[in-house]
């Protein structure tokens, strides 16, 4: 890795299938897209915090959020996710990429920093490293990616699959003979949990978090004493089936 600028980029947009508009949707008073944001920027390691949309009309309103509240912004594709995070991570020119979706708003910093440092620790040999390797053991909306803008841009120049590039990284951790790829793993397996929002089942077990707490400024850990109280929280969601990559 040439430099060591790291930039995390989250992607965002208003037309999500399952759940329309719902980085936009309350979360204790503030937009979901806001703690999101909010809480990756408390990490240590990153330098910058983009969000990344679309040039679809109906995203105007993220570019508005992100105007008020002062946050960095890219426009790109809306279809090839993979060509949006390329783009953006050369505007603002990141030497690797941390990947981290909108609808996870009890993302960590705490793991953020420790999937980075990982991928830190093993330059220059690490193209990737990330928590959603298998095994996976951290609960889904936990997800942290981090990867190296020379591995991002191969993946960019090589992958044909629309399907792959909807979900930028798949051509990276299926080509793990092309790819040194580094696993992040927690000593306990809570892959069990479902964390992340894609229906309204999954709105509902986050709020009943940010009902709790009131604000954003809570870690994964303290989620997991507040389930061990409420461990039919965790029965909200746990049936919803992820949409993955095909």
């Known amino acids: 890795m040439p430099g060591n600028k790291i930039v995390a980029i989250i992607q965002a947009h208003i037309g999500s299938t399952r759940l329309p508009g719902k980085v936009l949707l309350?979360?204790?008073?503030?937009?979901m897209l806001a703690r999101v944001v909010n809480r990756i920027q408390r990490a240590k390691t990153p330098e910058e915090v983009v969000v990344a949309t679309t040039v679809n009309p109906a995203d105007a309103a993220i570019v508005r959020l992100c105007g008020e509240r002062g946050w960095p912004c890219f426009r790109g594709s809306e279809e090839d996710v993979l060509d949006r995070y390329y783009q953006a991570a050369r505007r603002f020119g990141g030497d690797a990429v941390v990947r981290i979706t909108s609808d996870c708003p009890l993302?960590?910093?705490?793991?953020?920093?420790?999937?980075?440092?990982?991928f830190l620790d093993r330059q220059p040999e690490v193209d990737y490293?990330?928590?959603?390797?298998?095994?996976?053991?951290?609960?889904?909306?936990?997800?942290?990616e981090v990867m190296s803008l020379t591995a991002l841009e191969r993946?960019?120049?090589?992958?044909?699959?629309?399907?792959?590039r909807e979900h930028v990284t798949p051509y990276i951790y299926r080509h793990p003979?092309?790819?040194?790829?580094?696993?992040?793993?927690?000593?306990?397996?809570?892959?069990?949990?479902?964390?992340?929002v894609d229906t309204a089942e999954d709105l509902g077990f986050v709020r009943k978090i940010?009902?709790?707490f009131g604000n954003d400024r809570f870690s994964w850990r303290d989620v997991l004493r507040v389930l061990e109280e409420h461990p039919e929280w965790v029965e909200i969601n746990w049936y919803v089936v992820q949409k993955e990559a095909p």
């Open 177 to 196: 003979e092309e790819f040194k790829l580094h696993p992040v793993a927690n000593d306990v397996d809570y892959s069990y949990m479902r964390w992340t």
């Open 155 to 164: 993946a960019w120049r090589e992958d044909d699959s629309l399907a792959w």
């Open 210 to 212: 940010y009902e709790h």
């Open 26 to 31: 309350d979360l204790a008073g503030e937009p």
């Open 107 to 118: 993302i960590d910093a705490g793991i953020v920093d420790r999937v980075v440092q990982k």
């Open 129 to 144: 490293a990330s928590n959603t390797l298998p095994p996976r053991t951290f609960p889904r909306g936990l997800d942290v």
